[in-house]
């Protein structure tokens, strides 16, 4: 039954993601009342979920507050157009906008770093297709005001009901790391009770593996293509595959968070890294310093097109999908999983 009610969490919250972002511009073209039935099933799914079913902690977690003054540059000023827009446009319809990752700490790479955001709906707001329409209209223009901090970007906000803050699975975002998120809302802390997710993180963790095996094993990346083409072993669509090798590299760089985070150890992304080199060879570990010196290079050789530059076939060099496997195969072992 418990199994039941997390796979029910996931997939309603998988759902109202997909109708909120720009993966349901296929309903566009469609009558109202279609966007009003998937409306309606997103609330009725929430409806049925009974949080006291599951076995929770309490966690409370001051958030930094929104200092505008640091966000005035060109390339942060999209932040305060994207709050602004949301807020505006659907203030009353959220209780918290949460700005997280570097672009909170501000330890950002200029064109790299993407827009990391976690955006708190209410449940009022799931109860009535009106507002959601008009929340999902709002939310497909904030995405392309994102894109003008990362062209290459992969993901949009992460939204989710107030009720999955009564059984929230770190496997969204670690719970502590809400200590490094910004309030755009103004809110002094966030609330919130821990469910166990760790057999959720494993499966995420395994779903990757078999994506890094089968790239290994046919050559060809099967995620994130741009107009059906995917990302190919030793470059051979460098020409057009920045987008997809961006996100192999950043998967590469987030697998240290996810290992540990399976051990019940949680730490920032930086401090991830610093902790899973201890446990995995040199030999493995080696993509991950690669991808973080593509990283770290971006500053000042920021790519806007989607050709790979001949800087970053240097420093990550060939047969990245086979040392991109071994690397995960390796944590998959430590994990036990």
């Not at 200092?67 to 209780?95: H, M, N, Q």
Request: net charge positive; hydrophobic share 40%; aromatic share 10%.
């Amino acid at each position: 039954m418990l199994q039941k009610s997390i796979n029910l969490q996931l997939r309603t919250n998988g759902l109202l993601n997909w109708f909120l972002l720009p993966r349901s511009n296929c309903l566009n073209d469609q009558p109202g009342f279609v966007k009003d039935l998937i409306s309606s099933s997103i609330f009725t799914a929430y409806d049925h979920l009974r949080p006291e079913d599951f076995n929770t902690v309490n966690f409370e977690h001051k958030l930094i507050q929104l200092d505008r003054s640091k966000y005035k540059s060109k390339f942060l000023s999209p932040v305060l157009e994207i709050s602004d827009t949301l807020i505006d446009a659907c203030g009353e319809y959220i209780s918290d906008f949460i700005l997280h990752g570097s672009l909170s700490t501000l330890d950002f790479i200029q064109g790299w770093s993407d827009f990391d955001s976690i955006v708190i709906i209410k449940d009022e707001t799931l109860k009535d297709p009106v507002k959601m329409k008009r929340l999902r209209a709002v939310s497909l223009h904030v995405d392309r005001i994102i894109k003008k901090i990362d062209n290459h970007q992969h993901h949009g906000i992460h939204f989710i009901a107030e009720k999955d803050l009564l059984m929230y699975p770190d496997l969204y975002l670690p719970h502590n790391l809400f200590k490094s998120g910004t309030s755009l809302m103004g809110k002094s802390k966030i609330l919130g009770k821990l469910r166990d997710s760790k057999k959720e993180q494993a499966d995420r963790f395994n779903s990757i593996y078999a994506t890094f095996k089968n790239a290994y094993g046919g050559g060809t990346l099967q995620h994130h293509a741009i107009d059906g083409v995917y990302l190919m072993n030793n470059f051979r669509n460098h020409s057009n595959g920045m987008y997809q090798l961006k996100y192999f590299l950043s998967v590469i760089v987030i697998l240290p968070s996810y290992f540990m985070n399976i051990t019940g150890v949680n730490l920032s992304k930086s401090d991830s890294i610093v902790a899973c080199r201890e446990i995995i060879s040199e030999n493995n570990f080696e993509i991950i310093d690669r991808a973080t010196a593509i990283r770290n290079m971006w500053n000042t050789h920021p790519v806007v097109s989607n050709s790979i530059p001949d800087s970053v076939r240097e420093i990550l060099g060939k047969n990245y999908f086979f040392r991109g496997y071994n690397l995960i195969k390796e944590m998959k072992e430590h994990l036990g999983i």
